[in-house]
């Protein structure tokens, strides 16, 4: 059995440490207030059952917590008050080297915590240390100096989440819609660099890429592009070719027709296309950003956004291409084509493409291939959509976050070049425990928690507030989300509903189980679950009044989080089946992971919930290998057509390098307690040495997963 040390690292569990604080604390009192040898000893053994119990790796502060209530249990107050000041007087001198301690188990890679904190980053790169070192040093001004202290509590222990602490002392913004169009057509600058408008497609394709490193540098969160901004580039790399496959025949004094020059030429920029897709999927793949890892971005595939015409079918072309190599995947260090994490792709389905005999239906074909090989793309309905966003159809920034529909002074509808601020997010579970099941206390318990969700959203908000556009001049000066002066703040950028910020929400579904002893999916317990998603979107549009800032529902993609909102609860209300007795909580609006339900029935059921969560959305359901099935995918994505604005399919796609293994690699539990991922071929467990891709908080993760995410991933059931 293993524990987590206040560094990070994790250490065997040795129970004779805790029977020697307790008997240090026993000499402290006097004789007849002291605990005997065999009470000492069945606290040791009762702290040790707890922590097998647990079914994962507990922290030191949990242990000791735990040795406190059992010194109580035994009514050995004199001795509890011992170990308790001894605690303390420790706490107290740690607590000015926490920070160093913290950073030297980063560089020793022994940081147990960090280490699956994010599974698309490596902790022993030194750029990913880099990033963690100056995130704890931010973490820790953050801490004592930026936020309220009744922000700093809830966030400790898991009332609220502030996310992206590591990052809130520089004057940083959450994720993106880049304004690709802006910086392709009218110039851009990269590193004091001019970039004029590109006079190719290849070209474009570069420039898209390292723009994209640049802005992932210069914010914390995900960023979208659109294929349609890259689709214009296509007929001047035609054109260009045209002129040179003319000029080649003359100088050859070969006869030549007009349409032979365009079978040449468009053969050119065929070849043209490949090399260029090429390029945006290995250069996103292997760039790597100033925090460490490849840009989180997502690639907007939309017919129906382009006009019908030629610009319409170069876009098919583009998107053609990027499905066919997303279909054949990247190579691994072994030479073996595995499934990349980036660029996500959102494939909108829209009247041409989602019936059979439509224009453009191969391409949903190859779309449906794409997903069962490699599980991309995701699926916008461009129907449902413009449902919900006031006859609309655009991408979400990164995986989720959705912007508000916003009208320049045209009075035209514009998402690109917008951006979100920020998200804190609150555990609904907490909120539900803490009210013992009394309704009429949820409700005021929910009211007070959200009124520090909003004090805290105020303090993003106002960190941003005064930011100069210096801070980040692909953003703020070259176009990609404005194109202000030097020295001129963002300011009016934060109001008016231009950009938003996101009150995030998880653990509906062990919330409403708690408050109504039902699922939320269940008749008697959904009326519940509704109530509290309008209650938050309530607040939400009371804010917006009250501050002129677009404050939006967002439902969270839990990943390090769901583990420390599931420990917080344990700790705060014990295990209470059902609710609290998995070490992860249930990300957003989401149906439990383990309750039994099919795939159409569960997407149908969460549509609901997609209306009520503007901020951000999605939703997935869970399918065996379907390689070999591929019209069942397809009915799939007529569903999602039909009844879900954004939905996606978790299919499985890992390889084993010990043993050239293709399948499931699967999850097992190791002799210490731990959750591990096992070959089933050959046995291998060294996660190092293995290709394991699961779709986790709307996007694509690696094996390095903590405790509590693997679990809920071990927990899946299949609703295909």
Do not use: W
């Given at each position: 059995m293993k524990i987590i040390k206040r560094s990070g690292t994790e250490m065997n569990f040795d129970a004779k440490k805790i029977t020697a604080a307790i008997s240090k604390a026993n000499r402290e009192v006097p004789a007849k207030d002291r605990l005997s040898k065999e009470q000492i000893d069945e606290i040791t053994t009762n702290v040790e059952n707890i922590c097998i119990d647990a079914n994962r790796s507990l922290s030191v502060e949990e242990i000791q917590d735990l040795v406190e209530e059992q010194i109580m249990n035994k009514r050995a107050f004199g001795v509890a008050r011992k170990y308790i000041t001894y605690r303390y007087d420790r706490a107290l001198v740690r607590k000015s080297n926490s920070t160093d301690k913290q950073i030297l188990s980063l560089l020793?890679?022994?940081?147990?915590?960090?280490k699956q904190e994010n599974s698309n980053k490596n902790p022993t790169v030194n750029?990913?240390?880099r990033d963690y070192m100056a995130g704890e040093v931010s973490k820790d001004i953050t801490r004592r100096f930026l936020l309220p202290s009744e922000v700093i509590r809830a966030h400790e222990q898991g009332i609220i989440h502030f996310h992206d602490s590591d990052y809130f002392a520089q004057h940083m913004h959450n994720c993106c819609l880049v304004n690709l169009d802006d910086m392709l057509q009218n110039g851009t600058v990269i590193s004091e660099t001019m970039i004029e408008r590109p006079k190719s497609f290849s070209t474009a394709c570069n420039i898209a890429t390292q723009s994209i490193a640049q802005i992932a540098?210069?914010?914390y969160g995900g960023q979208s592009i659109s294929l349609t901004h890259?689709?214009?580039?296509?007929?001047?790399s035609r054109q260009k070719y045209r002129r040179q496959v003319e000029d080649e025949f003359k100088e050859a004094g070969i006869a030549y027709s007009s349409d032979q020059i365009d079978k040449v030429a468009e053969l050119r920029v065929r070849d043209e296309i490949k090399r260029g897709v090429q390029m945006?999927?290995?250069?996103?793949?292997?760039?790597?950003?100033t925090n460490g890892q490849a840009p989180f971005v997502s690639v907007f595939m939309y017919l129906n956004e382009a006009p019908a015409g030629r610009l319409r079918e170069d876009l098919a072309l583009i998107m053609e291409e990027i499905l066919k190599q997303r279909i054949q995947g990247v190579k691994n260090e072994k030479g073996v084509y595995i499934t990349p994490a980036f660029p996500k792709l959102l494939y909108v389905l829209e009247e041409n493409n989602i019936h059979e005999g439509s224009q453009y239906w191969y391409l949903t074909e190859l779309a449906a291939k794409c997903t069962a090989k490699r599980m991309v793309p995701d699926y916008i309905s461009e129907k449902m959509m413009k449902e919900l966003k006031k006859g609309n159809c655009y991408p979400c920034m990164g995986c989720r976050s959705f912007l508000t529909v916003y009208e320049d002074e045209r009075k035209r509808p514009k998402f690109y070049g917008r951006f979100n601020q920020g998200v804190?997010?609150?555990?609904?579970v907490d909120v539900a425990c803490s009210s013992d099941g009394v309704e009429e206390l949820f409700w005021k318990i929910l009211d007070k928690r959200l009124d520090l969700c909003k004090e805290a959203l105020m303090c993003r908000h106002n960190r941003l507030k005064g930011t100069p556009s210096d801070v980040a001049p692909i953003l703020w000066q070259y176009g990609a989300l404005a194109r202000l002066k030097k020295g001129e703040p963002i300011d009016k950028l934060l109001y008016n509903g231009y950009s938003t910020i996101s009150l995030g929400?998880?653990?509906?579904?062990?919330?409403?189980?708690?408050m109504t002893g039902k699922s939320h999916t269940d008749p008697e317990g959904k009326p519940f679950a509704i109530k509290v998603m309008q209650r938050l979107n309530d607040a939400c549009s009371k804010w917006k009044q009250e501050e002129n800032i677009d404050f939006s529902l967002y439902g969270t993609p839990l990943e390090s989080t769901t583990y420390k909102f599931a420990k917080c609860l344990q700790k705060r209300f014990g295990m209470i089946e059902g609710v609290t007795?998995?070490?992860?909580?249930?990300?957003?609006?989401?149906?439990?992971?383990?309750?039994?339900?099919?795939?159409?029935?569960?997407?149908?059921?969460?549509?609901?919930f997609q209306n009520l969560s503007p901020g951000g959305a999605v939703s997935y359901v869970e399918v065996p290998n379907m390689e070999n099935n591929i019209d069942a995918v397809l009915e799939v994505m007529k569903y999602i057509y039909n009844n879900i604005m954004y939905a996606e399919l978790n299919t499985k796609s890992d390889y084993c390098q010990v043993c050239s293994y293709n399948g499931q690699i699967q999850i097992v539990t190791d002799e210490h307690g731990k959750l591990i991922w096992k070959c089933p071929n050959c046995g291998n467990t060294d996660q190092n040495k293995m290709n394991v891709a699961r779709r986790t908080c709307g996007y694509i993760g690696t094996q390095f997963w903590n405790q509590g995410r693997t679990q809920e991933i071990k927990e899946r059931v299949l609703h295909l």
């Open positions: 020793e890679c022994s940081n147990e915590e960090v750029s990913v240390q540098s210069s914010q890259l689709a214009p580039f296509v007929d001047v945006i999927q290995y250069q996103v793949i292997t760039l790597m950003t804190v997010t609150l555990n609904l929400y998880a653990g509906l579904c062990e919330c409403t189980r708690y007795d998995k070490n992860y909580i249930t990300n957003s609006y989401h149906v439990h992971v383990t309750e039994e339900i099919n795939a159409f029935d569960k997407l149908k059921f969460e549509a609901q």
